[in-house]
């Protein structure tokens, strides 16, 4: 299964010629580099570092009622501007592209 996010991305001039780059859903998903390019290529990368601290916390393993089961998901972040791989399936076209996938039910 593969799963596509659509988020926008925001690029805004800021100061002494650098550009910011951010994700209007998640506000705090924010970075800057010498220029718009920069930070465009950068936008993976603070969305990976917003992500990281939430996968590195302890999760219940069940429902708050104590039904249901928990199971592994993981989220590709990379860089759309970066070509695929040979096979590898398309993500969303943009300058920061998520997938996520997780195994099927046994």
Known sequence: MTARIALTA???PVEQGWGQ??????PAVITAGPTLDAARKL???ALREYLLPLAESPAPAVGQNGAGHSE?????????AVPLAAGEPPVIAASAAIQASHPAPE
Not at 21 to 26: H, I, S, Y
Not at 72 to 80: C, G, N, S, T
């Open 43 to 45: 936008l993976a990368d």
């Open 72 to 80: 592994p998901l993981e989220i590709v972040i990379r860089d759309a």
């Open 10 to 12: 925001v690029y805004e």
């Open 21 to 26: 780059a951010r994700l209007a859903e998640l």
